[in-house]
């Protein structure tokens, strides 16, 4: 099964990631993707770059970011393969337990509705 974590961050925070953060960060995606865990990841640009477009009712609208009224925006995202949510969660716990005691992260982890798409290849 594929999982979607998404990563939730105040981006607000002041907070950068260290060259030690960087380094143990590498090791772990190395590792994940080697073992098939890890089908794809990547971090976002700040809100301050994005824009959201809105259909309500029929209307859409545009709004340039960044996105104030947001305390927590989605800062990144892993593709996960795993057997089940447990192994999902386990595999997000490895990723949560790099940042360290300084950082203040959360991850949604989903499953993805393979019936909704294109198989996986």
């Given at each position: ?40 990841t990547h971090g976002l ?77």
């Open positions: 099964m594929r999982f979607l974590s998404l990563v939730r961050i105040n981006e607000n925070s002041g907070l950068q990631p260290s060259g030690q953060l960087m380094a143990d960060m590498g090791k772990l995606i190395d590792e994940m993707t080697a073992a098939g865990h890890l089908v794809h640009r700040p809100t301050a770059e994005g824009k959201r477009m809105r259909l309500r009712h029929g209307r859409l609208s545009t709004t340039d970011g960044p996105f104030t009224e947001s305390k927590e925006v989605v800062g990144g995202y892993a593709l996960l393969e795993a057997a089940s949510m447990a192994e999902a969660l386990a595999l997000t716990e490895r990723f949560l337990k790099v940042h360290g005691d300084e950082w203040d992260v959360e991850c949604e982890v989903r499953a993805i509705d393979e019936g909704c798409g294109p198989a996986p290849p």
